[in-house]
C-alpha cells in the first residue's frame, strides 16, 4: 500500500503525512514537504513534523526559522536526543554558544553515540567548521518518522 492510500485509509493518520513529507524532502521538494508538515500542525505539535520543518529551515540556512521549530519541538520532547541535537546544532549555527553546549551537554548525557557523531559541537568559530566538514556532518539532517 503506497503512502496516499495509506494516509486515504487511516483518514489523514500524522504519521503517513509526515511520512510523504520526508520524501518529498529528501528528493529535494521543499515546498510539497512544508506543506505535508503544516497539514499536520495546523492540527497539533506532533513531534516529527516540528523536527522536520526545522530541518527544513535549516538546510535553508533559516536558522531562526528552524530555532522556532527545534524550541516548538523540546516543549514537546525535551530530553528527546535528536531534539537535542537540533538545538544545539542551530544554536551553534548562530553563535549562541551558550544554549548550544547546554543542549549539547545533556545530549553527551542521554545519548553519547549520537554527541560523538555531532563533537564539533564542543568547538567554536572556524575550528568547529572544518570539525563538522571533516565529519561530513555540517549539513546532514536527520529526518524524523515513525514506524
Known sequence: MCIRDRIDSTQGDPRYINSLGVLYAKYGLDEKAEEQFNKILKETDYLPALMNMGNLFYIKEDYKKAREYYTRAQKVSPNNPRVLLSIARVNHEIENYGTAREAYSKLKEIA????????????????????????????????????
Request: hydrophobic share 45%; net charge negative.
Open 112 to 147: 553519547p553515540d549520537l554527541a560523538s557523531r555531532f563533537a564539533y559541537l564542543d568547538l567554536r568559530g572556524e575550528e568547529a567548521t572544518r570539525a563538522a566538514n571533516v565529519a561530513g556532518v555540517k549539513n546532514l539532517v536527520l529526518w524524523e518518522e515513525e514506524e
